[in-house]
């Protein structure tokens, strides 16, 4: 998406690459922790600091692999071929032609990946005070990740494509309307809606000089309207295409029924 890609392996015969863009979110993610555990816990030595963030952003990353893998093992299990896993800046992708099986296709395989998240969420909460929570670090890492989750979760389910929760709206419209294109332009205009929104939800953290929170928010939201974008512009390339062949397959028949 950024950039080539490196492929890292194969979890359940599914290809997984990491994109470049990973490097940088997976450096401030680790150092975001280390600071957090050295303001936190102010008895840990720098490198119990360094062994812990680390130890939570594997974790961490690991959730969202979860996340696509729910989508990926889902998809196949419905006979959809896929691609591969990518794991990127912004969390990952999964590479699956599912609009090409149907709304109700599109619909569950969607639906999973959030609420893999929710529910990985949920038991690191309950897992996080047996740990130690708020008194040990492992406990707080433990607790950490359980509001990362849901957070992922929940953002994941704004009805914005080409977000999990815009594909779920554009597998609705697309079961009421019969029209994949028509219900592609409606969820990616909510796409871009909700790009836009997030960008102004930077605006309004950067006018309460939160500049780290306004950038990931303007960052987000302009990712979100030019990948909303793009997906609409995709489809309709790829309909030009089917177009294309299908006039080209018919016209040998054309001419053949024009002979006397």
Partial sequence: MFGKSWRVGRLFGIQIRIDPSWILIAALVTYNLFVRFGLRFVQLSSASRVLLAIAV??????S???HEMAHALTARR???EVEGITLFLFGGATHARVDSRGPREELVVSIVGPFTSLTLGGLCLLLAQPLGWPDEPVGWGIRYLGAVNILLGVFNMLPGFPLDGGRVLRA???KLTGSLSRATRIAGIAGQVVGYGLIAAGVAWLLNEQLSSAIWFAF???????AARLSSADLRRREAETSRVEANEAQPEAKEDSLP
Avoid: D, H, T
Wanted: charged residues 5%.
């Fill in 64 to 66: 969202v692999l979860a």
């Fill in 57 to 62: 952003g594997i974790l961490f990353f690991a």
């Fill in 220 to 226: 987000i939201g302009w990712f979100l309207v030019q």
């Fill in 78 to 80: 419905r006979g959809i």
């Fill in 172 to 174: 609705i419209v697309w």
